[in-house]
């Protein structure tokens, strides 16, 4: 088997400090195909001097004095692709920033494009007006002049074959780095509620997450104890809502959690978890909390239900949340959970990840520069495999 050169560009970066593009990169490093060589290109703003290695899981770093998020994410992944032009192979890019880049590489270079749109990134609340009609349009162009492109979930499949007549590759996520951990002396003086059952949430502290609700919900169901992790401090939004729920007595809100342990140990004793994520496809938080074997309930969009297979409980509004959780019986709880993790055992496992990505980036290397792979096709193929469930669900995101 021939030997490849892979650059990922488009995280913060390695070891993984930040979200689900970066467990991916992880997971892709240690279970890279023999032989394969990976550069990750990593952000120096979110890691000090002591912290920014060399080599990491086998693969060169490489840093960038740009954040990875945000407005310089458009420079951050355009250096990063312009810099593996001269020794990769194959780039897998993780996002769409850099991607009115691919029409010149395309044209001029022999280097393969993998690109992941990670869910639909302009439809976000957190982007300006400016941002979402850029994004709109990098995505366009990211299907497009990709010689693959990659979705996490097949509500995204069926978004990009419709607006593009483009047959994306299904890659979801792995969970199976989770474990279960159980509280030692120590642990429940840190974290005195884990004497007690509380529903768990982890994201980032964004609007189209729909924190507020979940937090108001629980403002008015002072029995029930609710527990959040996020990234509070890093917008107006986060900071407004930490200040109006910091002291209610049954809401723990809680900084950023990197160390694996005590995240497991946080979401393997919940009783609950809660999604509230409108945007996206299959995201981790979601899936990990699934291979645990926790209820879910869930914002019930498309990507969700797509996620959990239609068999967690699903929200549309504080109202809506309030019901579900005061009403729903610990026999039903339990059913929901066994369910999950049926399903998470099945779908979402690293080792199956990192195959087709592995998969992938051989066929790219195989297809003539100007091609890509099942393109083009009759949207009908794709389109009519999930058209009944969307019906079912009565949800429409097609714009």
């Known amino acids: ?41 990593c952000s120096s703003k979110e890691y000090s001097k002591n912290e920014r290695l060399s080599y990491y899981k086998g693969a060169r770093l490489k840093y960038l004095p740009f ?15 312009l810099h593996a032009l001269f020794f990769a192979d194959v780039i897998l890019v993780l996002g769409v920033s850099g991607a009115w880049l691919f029409p010149l590489i395309k044209l001029f270079t022999s280097l393969k494009i993998v690109v992941s749109i990670d869910g ?13 009609l850029y994004l709109k349009w990098a995505e366009g162009i990211a299907v497009k002049y990709s010689h693959i492109d990659i979705s996490d ?11 593009y007549a483009s047959l ?18 120590q642990d429940k003086r840190t974290y005195p509620f884990l004497q007690n059952t509380f529903a768990f949430k982890v994201c980032r502290i964004e609007p189209e997450n729909n924190v507020h609700i979940i937090l108001e919900a629980f403002n008015e169901m002072p029995r029930y104890k609710l527990v959040i992790v996020g990234n509070w401090d890093k917008s107006e939004y986060g900071i407004e809502l930490k200040e109006k729920y910091q002291n209610v007595h049954n809401i723990n809100l809680l900084d950023p959690i990197y160390n694996q342990r005590d995240l497991d140990l946080l979401r393997s004793n919940a009783t609950i978890y809660i999604h509230g994520h409108s945007a996206g496809g299959t995201n981790p938080s979601l899936v990990e909390a699934m291979f645990l074997g926790l209820p879910i309930v869930a914002c019930g969009v498309c990507y969700n ?17 309030i019901n579900i959780i005061s009403q729903t019986k610990i026999t039903a709880w339990k059913k929901i959970g066994k369910a999950m993790k049926e399903i998470a055992d099945n779908r979402y496992t690293w080792k199956i990840t990192a195959k087709k990505y592995n998969y992938l980036f051989r066929k790219a290397l195989q297809i003539t ?12 193929e794709i389109l009519l495999k999930n058209q009944a469930s969307h019906l079912q669900y009565g949800l429409n995101f097609y714009e």
């Open 1 to 41: 088997m021939s030997r490849k050169k892979i650059a990922i560009i488009g995280i913060v970066g390695v070891p993984a400090c930040y979200g689900g593009f970066e467990t991916l990169a992880e997971h892709l490093l240690e279970n890279a195909a023999d032989g394969d060589e990976y550069t990750v290109y």
């Open 369 to 380: 520069n100007k091609g890509r792979v099942n393109l083009p096709f009759k949207k009908s």
């Open 120 to 132: 639909i990134e302009w439809k976000r609340d957190k982007w300006s007006p400016l941002a979402k």
């Open 305 to 321: 239900r797509t996620t959990t297979g239609n068999k967690a409980l699903y929200f549309s509004g504080k109202r809506e949340l």
């Open 67 to 81: 954040r990875a998020n945000g407005v310089q994410s458009i420079i951050y992944d355009s250096v990063a692709i």
């Open 168 to 185: 994306s590759q299904i890659i979801e996520y792995g969970a199976d780095h989770t474990l279960r951990v159980k509280p030692n002396t």
């Open 153 to 163: 979930n097949e509500s995204i499949q069926d978004y990009t074959a419709k607006r």
